[in-house]
C-alpha cells in the first residue's frame, strides 16, 4: 500500500513538474539552516553526556511556481551529527550518527499580504542515518528510511526576486537511535 502512495506522490509531482516548465518564469532555488533533534536511547546507560540535544544543518531546495497557489519543490537538508559516549554496569560504549535527506513535494501557498504567505507541503522523503558505535556499541549500523514529508511555515518577500522562509519539517520517520523526523527550518530564496 506504502510503495503505490509513493508511486502516486512521485508521478503526479512529476506531472506538476512537467507543466510547470513551460512556465520558467515560476523557477526558485534557495539555501537555508536545519535545527534537528537527535535522541540515544541506551537501556541502563549513565553518562556526563546528554542523550538528546539539537543540531544544526544545511538545506538546498529548488522549484517551480506553477502560479501563485502551486509549486513542486525539491530540496537536499545536511541535518549534521551528533556523538554520544555512555557508561553501563556492563561496560563503556560511544554512539555517532549522522543523517542527511531529500525530498520531492508539491507546495501550496497562501497569501496574507502583499509580502507574507503561509505554505504547505506534501510529498516523499529519503533520509539515511549513518550510524556507528564503539565499545559496546561497536557493530551498530545505521537505518534509510522512505516516508512522508510535510511541511507547513510562512515566506516573507523582501522584493520579487528574494524571500525568507521559516517552516517546520517533517521527514518521515524516526531512526532508532540519532535523528528525529521533525525539525526547524530557516531559508531565502532566490526566484528567477
Not at 523557477?27 to 536545519?34: E, M, P, S
Not at 556492563?90 to 542527511?100: D, T
Amino acid at each position: 500500500m506504502m510503495k503505490k502512495i509513493l508511486f502516486a506522490m512521485i508521478a503526479t509531482a512529476t506531472a506538476l513538474s512537467g507543466m510547470s516548465a513551460a512556465h520558467a518564469e515560476g523557477v526558485y532555488v534557495g539555501a537555508g539552516v536545519t535545527a534537528n533533534r537527535y535522541n540515544f536511547d541506551v537501556p541502563g546507560a549513565t553518562s556526563a553526556d546528554n542523550h538528546s540535544g539539537y543540531k544544526a544543518g544545511g538545506k538546498l531546495f529548488a522549484g517551480y511556481d506553477i502560479n501563485q497557489t502551486w509549486a513542486v519543490e525539491g530540496g537536499y537538508a545536511d541535518f549534521g551529527s551528533k556523538d554520544y559516549s555512555y557508561v553501563t554496569g556492563a561496560g563503556n560504549g560511544a554512539l555517532k550518527s549522522k543523517s542527511e535527506g531529500y525530498y520531492l513535494a508539491g507546495k501550496a501557498t497562501m497569501p496574507v499580504s502583499d509580502k507574507v504567505g503561509v505554505f504547505g507541503k506534501l510529498g516523499v522523503a529519503r533520509v539515511d542515518n549513518k550510524l556507528s558505535g564503539t565499545g559496546l556499541s561497536s557493530g551498530a549500523s545505521g537505518e534509510n528510511k522512505t516516508g512522508v514529508y510535510a511541511s507547513v511555515g510562512a515566506q516573507y518577500a523582501i522584493n520579487e526576486k528574494v524571500s525568507l522562509t521559516a517552516e517546520v519539517e517533517h521527514f518521515g520517520k524516526s531512526a532508532d537511535q540519532g535523528k528525529k523526523a521533525t525539525g526547524l527550518a530557516l531559508g531565502a530564496r532566490y526566484n528567477f
